[in-house]
């Protein structure tokens, strides 16, 4: 978290496991917890060792109330390590968060919606379809994706707000996302809310254009963390900055190079924005760039000169790869 950022001291209120593979904290702000719009995420200053944080985001879930905070974590045993500390976390435990903050908006004009979630994608969704359900004239419909039934996390919170228009997809039975089923049913001012892994994202943004549909009306976030290959450290040289780094499996890329002192320009830092993407000079035999962003295209992926330093990483033995920063003081 930057020093820039305001932070708050938060009582782990309540843990609640809600499926094998996804817990739900109630966070309890020392001071009131302000509200925040449906979509915005929680900062967190993530304990994984004694005096050793790291950030991450969580989204917000449901809409703001009862002087409380709700976020939900997905175990990820291959992730970087954040998941797997929240899981150690236990109810009265203290953290230190940042503000609410949204990259991820409602558009409050919106008179048809389709939300669409796969996962803990569903987390920012759900205060989007509880806000939308209470608002008059605005037609919306739901459809969350989850490998199992089980991990069909939240229904019942949607199913109360949205009723028959929440329809459910579980891919381990064999039943199947029919988006191009799901964007012709659309009116053509339909504005569509993604949120789920970069494969989703894919698959949606190719179904939009597909449907002849404007760019502007499809607004997705997605968790950045699902790469091809677990997280592992891997070694970047900088030979304009004169450095070699070593990135371990628990940091971004972007972190490492932020700790030793290279200027690069980032926002989202959740692989949507490009801002953060650096040059990728030369990869060494064996290397691999596990590409975790939805903004890089599949043309530039392939090409493999760029990547996101928010999100992907490099995988291989070795995992080494040359890179300059696109930052220019000039
Ligand atoms: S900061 Fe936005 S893609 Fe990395």
């Known amino acids: 978290m930057k020093a820039s950022q305001q932070t708050h001291l938060v009582t782990v209120d309540r843990i609640a496991t809600l499926s094998p593979t996804v817990r739900e904290f109630t966070l309890r702000p020392d001071d009131a917890a302000s509200a925040y719009a449906p979509g915005s995420h929680l900062p967190v200053e993530v304990p994984v060792g004694e005096r050793r944080t790291v950030p991450r985001h969580y989204s917000l879930v449901g809409l703001p109330g009862d002087g409380v905070w709700r976020i939900a974590v997905k175990h990820l045993p291959q992730g970087r390590g954040g998941s797997r500390a929240m899981w150690r976390l236990e109810e009265g435990d203290r953290l230190c968060v940042g503000a609410p903050a949204s990259h991820f908006e409602l558009d409050h004009r919106a008179t048809e919606v389709l939300l669409l979630a796969a996962g803990i994608g569903v987390t920012p969704l759900i205060g989007m379809a509880q806000a939308l359900a209470a608002r ?48 012709a049913a659309l009116s053509p001012q339909a504005q569509c809310y993604v949120c789920g892994p970069a494969s989703l994202m894919a698959q949606a943004r190719h179904a939009w254009v597909q449907a002849g549909r404007a760019p502007v009306d499809l607004r997705f976030e997605t968790f950045g963390t699902s790469g091809a290959h677990p997280a592992q450290a891997f070694t970047v040289k900088l030979p304009r900055h004169g450095l070699t780094l070593d990135v371990p499996a628990d940091s971004t890329l972007l972190e490492a190079l932020e700790r030793a002192g290279v200027e690069v320009l980032a926002d989202c830092r959740r692989g949507e924005c490009g801002l953060c993407a650096v040059e990728v000079l030369a990869l ?42 696109s930052y220019r003081a000039d």
């Open 284 to 325: 060494e035999p064996g290397t691999a760039i596990d590409h975790r962003d939805v903004f890089l295209s599949p043309a530039q992926r392939a090409a493999g000169r760029q990547l996101c330093a928010c999100v992907s990483r490099l995988s291989g033995s070795p995992a080494c790869a040359v890179l300059d920063s």
């Open 136 to 183: 008059r004239g605005v037609r919306v419909r739901m459809v969350q994706v989850a490998r199992a039934a089980e991990e069909l996390v939240f229904s019942e919170l949607l199913a109360e707000a949205l009723g028959d228009r929440l329809h459910t997809v579980v891919t381990g039975t064999g039943q199947r996302l029919d988006l191009a089923a799901e964007l």
